[in-house]
């Protein structure tokens, strides 16, 4: 053991003062006395009549001396070397992934780690500094380079496990960052090694340590869930993978907006996937759930979301005097409500998201979006269109709308005339030729318009597959969906909300009902607490009515569903760690706050000890001045003023009362006292006068008064 503080020893000194005060202590005797006189001789007592007597050793001496030793050592700043398991500058990774969550290790993985980490932290040494970073897709500094034990536990109950993947480079690079001007840096990851970046390996400057959470336990997980309409009717579909070691018989269950469409079962081999399909389904379904009725070690990949076609449904007007090929295209369009009529009957009434002229521009303009296809000469809100001119050749322009994806321009073989188009300047030209625009697009006013110069009887581009293509390319983009990718998202990506034109409020609601405006302001706040699965409500207020969309956040890592801890971290030159194993000697330790504590526990006995000691000698003087009260009150007879003191003596608080009484006696004492002496003094002077009045004799004294 050492001394942190050598020099508190000189505190030692209060030892011999201890003693000292229990070699001075009087030695008291308690007497029953018969007269009051004898009061005077316990009042002397009150001093030390032997200061050096004997030293008696009591059980409060005892725990005295116990004490002040505890105190100097207490004050010393006793400290241990002990093994630590870490050193220098740390910074460890809590992995905080969807695999974390398995309870395959109790209570989790998660719990499992943080415990782990928590060990680590209790052994610390003086000179460790240490640093905390949890690992989801985007990791995150809880404390950095901290010596203080509190701090570090605080920070890591902050810790919370995700249903995202592990960006292991990410959290690697940060920790490069805290460990940056350390010369004993390293970096220790705690988790189960299912990262995003294991198929790469990654070269760092400092060592990196492995410690592996889990083991190998089954597991079943949904890959996938879809819908699909085929020639009119409605369709599911589900990928299910059996992660384990043997065959197993999955259950699945599939919901339609919350209503159990029907239960199938699928039986796949080890390390297999496989597909189920229901339908037709009713083709007002929305929202789809799939949920797996399987007990295993982790059960946030046994449930999946998915939407049906598209989450909003826009009102789209079509004026037209018969324009079969746009009618088709429209129609073939799952997220739109096509209404139909004429240039004659067209009247600026309804509501309509989209309003598609064929060969016709009104005087007044409609709101929403608006789709011009072979305008009529004169000057629009979108330019002027003039006269009809030939073609020669056309080819792809500017296309920052993505309207072109997927789309083939050379299966277009003819385009006999167009409008000679002269574009706004707020107008981007997506396909062009060189006598002018052939498509236009752009926003405006808050509303998106496009034009399309041409009479599409006058092309062979509705007979070809980009044709269709095309459409729903430009009908995504007037009327877009709150998220692409037909509302996927995986856990923990942030989401922007792509709004409708004319739209002045969105909020998103989580599957906890949690709403959160994002817009305004527009463009609207990218959404980024898409940590829970399940389906996310999206509400647009467009032009006074409100839109609801929806995108589904799920699982779907096969990374984190397959439960089997990764060998090795994918770090070249990185090494297990091992528990209790990879010590580190030559740590101190301070152990004052334990001798502290035995302190508080001595000081506690020595006062219960003295407190017991006086209650029993206090009820013992009291029995004894009880029992003896009548005869002393008979003997307090001897002065005519002591009898006024009572009979008895009932408790021994009642004796400071008889100081002032016994000061009375003290007094008449000193004066029968004083008489006394002058009868002695004349008596000795009797005895050499034979002829007085005083005779001895042989046998003793006589006085003759």
């Known amino acids: 053991m050492n001394f942190l503080v050598p020099a508190a020893l000189a505190f ?3 030892i011999p003062i201890i003693l000292l005060f229990y070699f001075m202590r009087p030695k008291r005797q308690e007497r029953v006395v018969g007269s009051t006189l004898l009061w005077q001789q316990a009042l002397q007592d009150l001093q030390a009549s032997r200061p050096w007597q004997r030293l008696r050793i009591t059980p409060l001496l005892l725990l005295q001396l116990l004490a002040a030793v505890v105190i100097v050592l207490v004050l010393t700043r006793p400290a241990i070397f002990i093994s630590s398991q870490l050193s220098g500058d740390t910074v460890i990774i809590l992995q905080a992934s969807a695999s974390m969550q398995a309870t395959d290790v109790a209570p989790n993985r998660f719990e499992n780690a943080r415990n782990s980490i928590a060990d680590l932290i209790d052994s610390l040494g003086p000179d460790t500094r240490i640093s905390l970073i949890t690992m989801a897709r985007t990791p995150q500094v809880l404390i950095a380079e901290s010596q203080d034990k509190a701090q570090l536990s605080a920070a890591l109950q902050r810790a919370q496990v995700t249903n995202q993947d592990a960006d292991l480079e990410q959290a690697l690079s940060l920790a490069a960052s805290l ?12 988790g189960d090694g299912h990262v995003t970046n294991a198929d790469q390996t990654l070269v760092l400057p400092f060592p990196v340590r492995y410690l592996r959470v889990g083991t190998d336990a089954p597991n079943v997980a949904l890959m996938a869930l879809s819908s699909r309409s085929t020639r009119g009717q409605l369709f599911a579909f589900a990928q299910v993978a059996n992660y384990s070691h043997q065959q197993r018989s999955i259950p699945v269950e599939l919901y339609g907006d919350g209503r159990l469409v029907n239960v199938q079962t699928v039986v796949l081999p080890a390390g297999a996937t496989g597909a189920l399909q229901w339908g037709p389904l009713l083709p007002s379904t929305r929202f789809l759930h799939a949920h797996l009725t399987s007990q295993d070690a982790m059960s946030v990949d046994h449930d999946a979301w998915a939407i049906v076609g598209g989450s909003i449904h826009g009102r789209v007007l079509l004026v037209t005097e018969g324009n079969s090929f746009l009618q088709t295209a429209l129609r073939l369009q799952p997220t739109i409500d096509l209404f139909e009529t004429t240039p004659e009957k067209y009247a600026p009434v309804g509501n309509f998201d989209l309003t598609v002229f064929d060969g016709y521009v009104p005087k007044t303009l409609p709101n929403g979006s608006l789709f011009f296809v072979n305008p009529p000469s004169g000057s629009y809100l979108f330019g002027t269109s003039g006269p009809q001119i030939q073609v020669s050749h056309f080819s792809a322009g500017n296309d920052p709308l993505n309207l072109l ?4 321009l050379g299966s277009i073989h003819v385009i006999h005339a167009s409008h000679q188009l002269k574009p706004a300047v707020w107008a981007q ?13 752009g926003d405006v006013a808050n509303r998106h318009v496009a034009v399309l110069s041409f009479d599409l009887h006058d092309s062979d581009l509705p007979l070809q597959p ?3 293509i095309l459409i ?3 009908t995504g983009w007037f009327l877009p969906q709150p998220v692409g990718n037909s509302g996927q998202v995986a856990a923990g990506v942030p989401v922007t909300v792509q709004t409708w034109p004319g739209a002045d409020q969105v909020t998103i609601t989580d599957p906890n009902n949690l709403s959160t405006a994002v817009g305004p302001p527009f463009p609207v706040t990218p959404f980024a607490r898409t940590n829970n699965t399940g389906i996310y409500q999206v509400t647009q207020r467009v032009h006074g009515q409100t839109l609801h969309g929806a995108f589904a956040v799920n699982l779907f890592d096969p990374a984190q569903s397959q439960l089997a801890p990764a060998a090795a971290l994918p770090v070249l030159h990185s090494a297990d760690f091992t528990p209790n194993g990879n010590t580190v000697s030559r740590q101190l330790r301070e152990i004052w706050p334990w001798i502290a504590g035995l302190l508080l526990l001595v000081l506690c006995a020595e006062w219960w000890l003295f407190s017991r000691g006086y209650r029993q ?3 013992t003087a009291t029995q004894r001045v009880a029992r003896t009260g009548g005869a002393t009150g008979g003997k307090l007879q001897q002065h005519s003023d002591a009898a006024h003191q009572g009979n008895a003596i009932n ?5 400071l009362k008889l100081v002032p009484t016994m000061r009375l006696v003290q007094e008449r004492y000193r004066k029968v006292k004083k008489q006394v002496m002058k009868i002695n003094k004349r008596a000795r002077k009797g005895g050499r006068d034979k002829s007085g009045p005083y005779t001895r004799s042989k046998g003793g004294n006589h006085v003759n008064l």
């Open 12 to 14: 030692a000194a209060i």
């Open 179 to 190: 460990a940056a001007g350390h010369a004993n840096a390293q970096v220790l990851v705690v």
């Open 405 to 408: 994806n997927n789309v083939d």
């Open 429 to 441: 030209t997506i396909i062009a030729a060189p006598e002018t625009p052939l498509l236009v697009a």
């Open 466 to 468: 980009a044709f269709p």
């Open 472 to 474: 729903q390319n430009m």
């Open 617 to 619: 000698r206090s009820a």
């Open 651 to 655: 408790r021994v608080s009642d004796a």
